[in-house]
């Protein structure tokens, strides 16, 4: 059942809890600064049941809680929205995906692990020629007897190199039929012919994001997601209710993100003197600080009604959209100008402002492109082509 109100309050208090003392600011900007994170700070966000929220009860989780776990991303991303990537990579690409679209044995296999922490999956759609058009998939997958077999590359598949598996959609007939020969496996990271080198990003520094090969990579059968049966089956997958939750994770990411570099603009408006007065005085960055927090809360409630229509079980991938759309547009936007409100202080690497808006940068690029959300509400919405 889902968290009420109150429940979701204490949900964030607890949280907040936590991250002061697993990962207190100081820290955060050491993650940054070294691109690592320690993977096993998983585990304590595992011991205090956020990670139970992807799970259903019958495989040791707390029941499944859309709502629940947006709050716990945008409460994380706060802090730092790489750490709510690492529990992402837990509680949506291993448990939503294998609780919604895996087998019996997949199901009693991981879940139990994402309830308690320590399961890490790796997304991997992007291939080098494959960004937006994913039905173009090139990274080629064959059943040979009770295995399948696995030749291609992946692309800015984050986390790989510290993931138990990586949850891989694979061309698994002749490309020319696009949508109907595609497949998910599962690939643990540690099979033979898994190679991987990292690649250096301006923003979410701390979770590796990561070039993958696969040479003859040899995984069993049971390994295609939902089981053998589900081969060719992995657009419907893809498109399935698990996207609304895809499209909507980053989107409370963005939201943590956005309402950290409001508080630090704010704030730093009424420490800051000009003039002889606190620049929160100048009417310009009065209307600054005033203009950002209302389009902040536009985003608040845009994604609480989304929330809501997902929790309802309402048609929302048109509202997903649409959140993903305006929240990654806005609060890039939003950043920016905190940053302005900062001065030179927000250009510093002394202070977290600068973080925020390097991190700032990928809202609109990944978890589904500004492009990408434009096209498909026209699509949903039935907008003629010609
Ligand atoms: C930090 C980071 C982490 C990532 N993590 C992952 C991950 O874990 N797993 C994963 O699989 N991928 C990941 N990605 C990849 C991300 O999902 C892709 O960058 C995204 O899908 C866009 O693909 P692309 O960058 O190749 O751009 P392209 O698809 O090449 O697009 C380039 C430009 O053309 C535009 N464009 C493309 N097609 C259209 C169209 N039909 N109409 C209008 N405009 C269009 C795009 O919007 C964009 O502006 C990550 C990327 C980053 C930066």
Request: glycine share 10%; hydrophobic share 40%; proline share 4%.
């Given at each position: 059942?889902?968290?009420?109100?109150?429940?979701?309050?204490?949900?964030?208090?607890?949280?907040r809890?936590l991250l002061d003392e697993i990962a207190p600011v100081e820290k955060v900007r050491e993650w940054d600064r070294a691109d690592h994170v320690p993977?096993?700070i998983?585990?304590?966000?595992?011991?205090?049941?956020?990670?139970?929220?992807?799970?259903?009860?019958?495989?040791?989780?707390?029941?499944?809680?859309?709502?629940?776990?947006?709050?716990?991303?945008?409460?994380v991303?706060r802090r730092s929205i790489m750490l709510?990537?690492?529990?992402?990579?837990?509680?949506?690409?291993?448990?939503?995906?294998?609780?919604?679209?895996?087998?019996?044995?997949?199901?009693?296999?991981?879940?139990?692990?994402?309830?308690?922490?320590?399961?890490?999956?790796?997304?991997?759609?992007?291939?080098?020629?494959?960004?937006?058009?994913?039905?173009?998939?090139?990274?080629?997958?064959?059943?040979?007897?009770?295995?399948?077999?696995?030749?291609?590359?992946?692309?800015?598949?984050?986390?790989?190199?510290?993931?138990?598996?990586?949850?891989?959609?694979?061309?698994?007939?002749?490309?020319?039929?696009?949508?109907?020969?595609?497949?998910?496996?599962?690939?643990?990271?540690?099979?033979?012919?898994?190679?991987?080198?990292?690649?250096?990003?301006?923003?979410?520094r701390g979770?590796?994001?990561?070039?993958?090969?696969?040479?003859?990579?040899?995984?069993?059968?049971?390994?295609?997601?939902?089981?053998?049966?589900?081969?060719?089956?992995?657009?419907?997958?893809?498109?399935?209710?698990?996207?609304?939750?895809?499209?909507?994770?980053?989107?409370?990411?963005?939201?943590?993100?956005?309402?950290a570099?409001?508080?630090a603009?704010?704030?730093?408006?009424?420490?800051?003197?000009?003039?002889?007065?606190?620049?929160?005085?100048?009417?310009?960055?009065?209307?600054?600080?005033?203009?950002?927090?209302?389009?902040?809360?536009?985003?608040?409630?845009?994604?609480?009604?989304?929330?809501?229509?997902?929790?309802?079980?309402?048609?929302?991938?048109?509202?997903?959209?649409?959140?993903?759309?305006?929240?990654?547009?806005?609060?890039?936007?939003?950043?920016?100008?905190?940053?302005?409100?900062?001065?030179?202080?927000?250009?510093s690497e002394d202070f977290d402002m600068e973080r925020y808006?390097?991190?700032?940068?990928?809202?609109?690029?990944?978890?589904?492109?500004?492009?990408?959300?434009?096209?498909?509400?026209?699509?949903?919405?039935?907008?003629?082509?010609?």
């Open positions: 059942m889902a968290m009420n109100p109150e429940e979701l309050e204490q949900l964030r208090d607890s949280l809890a993977p096993e998983l585990q304590r966000f595992g011991e205090l049941g956020v990670t139970a929220l992807a799970v259903d009860e019958e495989y040791g989780g707390l029941g499944r809680d859309v709502s629940a776990l947006l709050v716990v991303l945008q409460e991303a709510a990537g690492l529990i992402v990579q837990c509680t949506n690409y291993a448990g939503l995906n294998i609780g919604e679209l895996g087998s019996e044995a997949q199901k009693r296999e991981y879940l139990p692990r994402v309830a308690n922490g320590t399961l890490i999956f790796a997304l991997g759609l992007s291939e080098p020629n494959v960004g937006a058009d994913l039905a173009s998939v090139e990274t080629r997958a064959e059943i040979r007897g009770d295995k399948v077999i696995i030749n291609g590359a992946k692309r800015w598949c984050s986390g790989a190199e510290i993931a138990d598996c990586i949850y891989a959609l694979v061309r698994s007939g002749p490309v020319s039929e696009r949508y109907k020969n595609l497949s998910f496996v599962i690939i643990p990271r540690d099979t033979k012919g898994v190679s991987m080198t990292a690649t250096g990003t301006m923003g979410m979770g590796p994001t990561n070039d993958v090969v696969f040479e003859d990579v040899e995984i069993p059968i049971e390994n295609i997601l939902g089981g053998p049966d589900c081969w060719n089956k992995g657009w419907s997958q893809l498109a399935g209710p698990t996207l609304e939750t895809e499209k909507l994770s980053p989107s409370a990411m963005a939201l943590g993100l956005g309402e570099a409001v508080e603009a704010w704030n730093y408006a009424q420490e800051r003197s000009q003039f002889g007065i606190k620049i929160c005085g100048h009417q310009a960055v009065r209307h600054t600080l005033a203009d950002v927090q209302t389009r902040l809360q536009t985003c608040r409630l845009m994604l609480k009604e989304s929330a809501a229509m997902l929790d309802r079980g309402e048609p929302s991938a048109v509202q997903t959209s649409m959140t993903k759309l305006y929240l990654s547009e806005t609060i890039r936007d939003i950043v920016i100008q905190c940053q302005q409100v900062m001065g030179a202080y927000g250009y808006v390097r991190d700032a940068m990928v809202l609109p690029i990944f978890g589904g492109s500004t492009a990408v959300q434009k096209n498909n509400i026209a699509s949903l919405m039935r907008l003629p082509k010609s």
